[in-house]
């Protein structure tokens, strides 16, 4: 059995230890130490990482109540010098420990159990067996982080199995050998075994992001301490780049936002027109000798338009085409079945991507002009 030091002090990113066996794997080598700071993955947090004797150990687990350090190059028995990376760590423990606040709240408050909790290395997710509301999830937001400005403590141990019985602490699960106790103060008890900060205070801010419903519970997308500073910075850099876009304050970039979409939408109405007058225009003064016509910065909407007009207008099968990258889009318009056979024989000489029916066709053809003349007379 390894001894756990992150059971003892989860502040701990330094320690000495002796290495007891190293085990060459299919890809690198794990060590048993005699003692460990380094967390091992489990209760939905990731393992730690670090290095032993200046080796870098890229995954931790546990079996059998040992601890196996993952490292690709060789380390040799006897003392061992170990660091752990415990920036990462801490924002782990700043997120997890957050993460026993809510879910103690919404345990409390509305007697909902956590069923899922995912701690990955940018966002963390934590699932509940009822549904909350956003009013709901605001209100559990704003009582998590009382907590933190109560500065409220954290505490962890292993209750004898008497004691035990009477406490009255949340499980996720049933647990096999010993049960690991961490209880926040006038908030939680839970069941436990990674390690946690030793007072709110030090998990800076618990931040509610999104939420979506979830086997008719709900999952909530959550950060905390440096996670939420880094999702604040991104935020407010994406605020400060659309605000001094708009020349409107941060503030309001919704609302600018929302009156420049009506703008656009008000713009695509009227464009809209126009090009209907422009095609009825076209359609009006063509050259009924020919197949088709060719026109700049037509969308495949407009060339469908023009076409249907040119076809409705004169009869057999008409074309419009517009220059795009790689080729020309297309409409064509005609009689079904004429128009069905016409579009066959096109795809065995052209290399068209595209199709439709009921008389009218349309996508893409990979040609120069000299290539497409040859079956349509512009
Ligand atoms: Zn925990």
Redesign the pocket.
Known sequence: MTERLYEIDSHISEFDAQIISVTKTEDGYITVLDRTAFFPEG?G?ASDTGAINGVSVDYVFMDNNVIYHCTKEPLEKGKAKCILDFDRRFAFMQN??G??IVSGIVNEKYGFDNVGFHLGEDFVTLDFNGVLSRAQLDEIEYEANKRVWQNVKFKAWYPSKEELQKLPYRSKKEIDGDIRI?QIENTDM?A???P?VKEAGEIGIIKLLDFEALRGGIRIFMKCGEFALKDYRNKYENALKISATLAAKQNSIADVVLQLEKKYEDEKHKVSALNKRITDNIVKGFNTELDGVIEENFEIKELQMLADGLHKTYGGIKSAFSKCDGGYNFAICGDVESLDEFFKYLKTKLNIRGGGRNGMVQGCVFADMSEISKYFKF
């Open positions: 209760g947090q997890h420990s993460e026993h961490v839970c436990c075994c990674a946690h």
